[in-house]
């Protein structure tokens, strides 16, 4: 059996972190930035860890597990 293609556009979104965590950026934060106070907008910036009910399916999609 082939090997499992890696999901393009999930390994565009998350990256894995050294220690193996999942990190993902936050939504909502690309667009009507007007009304979003500078606290708000700061907060997108940062990135996020998977949850981890959903960690083990985005392994999955990115070929790590």
């Known amino acids: 059996m082939p090997k ?15 220690g193996g965590r999942l990190r993902r950026r936050k939504g909502y934060g690309s667009h009507l930035l007007v009304k979003k106070d ?6 997108y910036r940062v ?3 998977v949850s981890p009910r959903d960690a083990r399916s985005v392994r999955k999609l990115i070929g790590k597990g």
Request: aromatic fraction near 4%; glycine fraction near 8%.
């Open 4 to 18: 499992m293609k890696t999901h393009r556009g999930a390994a565009k979104r998350f990256e894995l972190t050294g």
């Open 38 to 43: 500078a606290r708000r907008k700061r907060s």
């Open 47 to 49: 990135k996020q860890e």
